[in-house]
């Protein structure tokens, strides 16, 4: 079985960014408001990730860390919806193959917290009675340890913190309803406070993408039917400076599709005459059973069942902004 994680390992477990969004994902599933993320040497010596969500019951703690132990798939039903975003339930034992990996959780019904310990081939978790709120702690030493090509393919500590901020800024753009800090070797590198009004947003937006965003950024805010847009996009004149900045979900996932990528362009296209540049932060929300989203992890891809109205519907909306921002 351990053979089998350490396989599953090398499709989840990149590199230290890879192991911070399963974890990461996971607090969000648990229903986590709040999620602190501490790094030492740019994830190679520590992951820490320290959550508020409804934590792991003690007789569960060894089971979240076998193989295909998923809590969310209750029902077929519920594959063709996927709502949450963890469901192959393989993180945690293809982590806890190649680092050693501490979990700590305590649930409401708790009185005491607990604690597990997996290391590396060794299958057997150790429970020891822990202190912690409500909650959860995954705590990843020194990954790939006993995978040493693995370890050999690590970049600097610079670029492996660069690809670990980058995706908390993901993150954070997808869920102003969650609170996240970052910290670098004990440096407090990123804030994002809970966003719950239009002022607060632009507030994360620009802690995000920064204030040069902020500043050309047009917002954008339609519906038709099921179909709802809203974000921001940047203004022509910025779009040439912020030419890096571009997001775009589906029901909260981050996507990178070809569909609306083209919209997007056809949109500065034909306001600008110029397609070259496009800066966006956008959100599509779609009834899920409209829209395929690909299982496997690294595809960032989505079918939409009546795409040419979703390509027009986008278009229709980023033009009538970009033309709003240009009048
Ligand atoms: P998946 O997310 O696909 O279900 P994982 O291996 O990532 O699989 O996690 C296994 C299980 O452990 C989850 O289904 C969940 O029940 C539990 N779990 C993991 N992390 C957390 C967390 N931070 N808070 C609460 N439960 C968690
Ligand atoms: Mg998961």
Not at 100 to 116: F, I, K
Not at 306 to 320: C, K, M, N, P, T
Request: net charge neutral; hydrophobic share 40%; proline share 3%.
């Amino acid at each position: 079985a351990r053979l089998a994680n350490q396989i599953a390992a090398g499709e989840v477990v990149e590199r230290p960014a890879s192991v911070v969004k399963e974890l990461v994902e996971n607090s969000i599933d648990a229903g986590a408001t709040r999620i602190d993320i501490d790094i030492e040497k740019g994830g190679s010596r520590l992951i820490r990730i320290r959550d508020n969500g409804k934590g792991i019951a003690k007789d569960e703690l060894g089971l979240a860390l076998s193989r295909h132990a998923t809590s969310k798939i209750a029902s077929l039903d519920d594959l063709e919806a996927i709502v949450s975003l963890g469901f192959r339930g393989e993180a945690l034992a293809s982590i806890s193959s190649v680092s050693r990996l501490t979990l700590t959780s305590c649930t409401e019904g708790q009185t005491e917290a607990w604690s597990a310990y997996a290391e590396g081939r060794d299958m057997d978790v150790q429970l020891k009675p822990a202190a912690h709120p409500i909650g959860t702690t995954l705590e990843v030493l020194d990954l790939f340890f006993n995978t040493p090509a693995r370890r050999k393919f690590l970049r600097t500590e610079k670029t492996e913190f660069t690809h670990i901020d980058e995706l908390i800024k993901r993150i954070a753009l997808s869920r102003f309803d969650v609170a996240i800090t970052l910290r670098h070797n004990g440096k407090l590198v990123r804030q994002y406070r809970i966003a719950d009004n239009p002022l607060q947003q632009e507030r994360r937006l620009a802690a995000a993408c920064g204030p040069a965003f902020l500043q050309h950024a047009l917002v954008v805010e339609l519906a038709h039917g099921d179909l709802k847009l809203s974000g921001w996009i940047c203004s022509p004149q910025g779009a040439r400076s912020q030419n890096d900045i571009q997001y775009c979900y589906v029901n909260g996932r981050m996507m990178k599709d070809k569909l609306i990528n083209h919209a997007i362009r056809q949109a500065y296209e034909s306001s600008l005459r110029s397609e070259q540049y496009a800066a966006y932060v956008l959100y599509i929300e779609v009834d899920p059973h409209q829209v395929d989203v690909n299982v496997h992890p690294a595809k960032h891809e989505v079918r939409f069942h009546q795409a040419r109205l979703v390509h027009d519907f986008i278009y229709q909306a980023l033009q009538s902004a970009l033309q709003q921002g240009a009048s």
